[in-house]
């Protein structure tokens, strides 16, 4: 897709926002409920999905995360990444931040937290594993929902297109290096071949798949209009899946979780460090660079997010689905719209500050009128 084709696909993006954006959490919080209600109660179907492995995949796992993936897969244009040049600064803050800090802060906050802070709270036989989970997350950079918290602050759609299409080449070549050496210096046992063949399931097949699928409804005229129309199809088949995955998780946690409530809060806090110091990070030296507004705000929330749905997969590969990785992950999940949601709100009010800077491109050359819908909060 060219890149005049990609306000069409941000539209299809934007209409997802209500329903998704809005009541995320609170589906979140339902499929826990019924996850954990469903798990104590009639253990025996989960039990019976838990065994349904090939090489140590779950196959119902597996197919419900390539639901999830492939609908996000089809709204990314690699072609986007021969306008590198146009952003380079602000693309340069986010890739560092993405890969030279977000992962490293997130398992300095695991280790201090989860081993050390709140070790007397946790069972001793998971601290590892908490850590684990939290590691995998910080180690996905977003590709779906930055499409949204983008078009909230006002970026700009080929910056942010740019960047999400440049985090998932790198993502097939980084994430196990990482994620493994990171493992490593926790001291936690790398199954190399396990985190490999994830990668190859949870990012490589759905990149090609998506691909394949964007460049067939590309072929014609209408092919920008008929890729937004099947974006918005398929969005209630993403969520569904991100669902059922849910309810299926929380089913095989539920005992833990019952006996030890406090467990979902102690993770939250490394995650919500972890989103306000990497987006503050990147947004300040957005500024110190002088790029513009309209990217410092997409790059900030960029650093910040989180690609849970393929943090979820890997976890469950590598750990299992009664793992406190697994939980860890889906903690990020509970937590990441609101507070996605409040450093939108604080990027937003801090604009006439950060466009005080000199040399700063105002809001009006950078994003012209138009562009986006004028949203201020």
Known sequence: MSMEREPTVERASRSDMGFFGRYLSVWVLLCIIAGISLGHFIPEPFQLIGRMEIAEVNLPVALLIWLMIIPMLLKID?????????????????????????????????????RNV????????????????????????????????SHLCEGEPHFT????????????????????????????????????????IYIVIPVVVSQLWRRALL??????????????????????????????????????????????????????????????????????????????????????????????ATAIVLFGFESGAALATVVGVLIEVPVMLAAVKVINITRDWYEQAPGIMPHEECCPTGMHAHVRH
């Open 78 to 114: 690699f072609h986007a990444l021969s306008h590198v040049k146009d952003h380079w600064r602000g693309i340069g803050v986010t890739l560092f931040v993405n890969w030279a800090v977000k992962p490293f802060s997130m398992a300095l906050l695991g280790w201090f937290f989860i």
């Open 219 to 312: 072929a014609n005229e209408k092919g920008g209009s008929e890729l937004a129309q099947m974006i918005r199809a398929l969005h209630p088949i993403s969520l569904i899946a991100l669902l059922v995955t849910l309810v299926l998780l929380f089913g095989f946690q539920g005992d833990q979780i019952i006996t030890q409530p406090l467990v979902i809060l102690l993770l939250a806090v490394p995650i919500l460090i972890q989103v306000f110091f990497n987006s503050g990070l990147a947004y300040l030296l957005n500024r110190r660079v002088r790029s513009p507004h309209c990217v410092a705000g997409p790059s900030a929330l960029i650093g910040a997010s989180n690609f849970f749905e393929l943090a979820v």
């Open 161 to 200: 297109l740019t960047q999400v299409a440049l985090n998932d080449v790198i993502m097939i070549v980084a994430f196990a290096p990482v994620v493994g050496l990171l493992l490593g210096l926790s001291a936690i046992a790398v199954p190399w071949d396990t985190l490999f063949l994830s990668v190859v």
């Open 118 to 149: 709140f070790a007397p709270w946790l069972p001793a036989e998971q601290i590892d594993s908490y850590v684990a989970g939290l590691i995998i997350l910080a180690a996905a950079p977003c590709t779906a929902m930055v499409f949204v918290w």
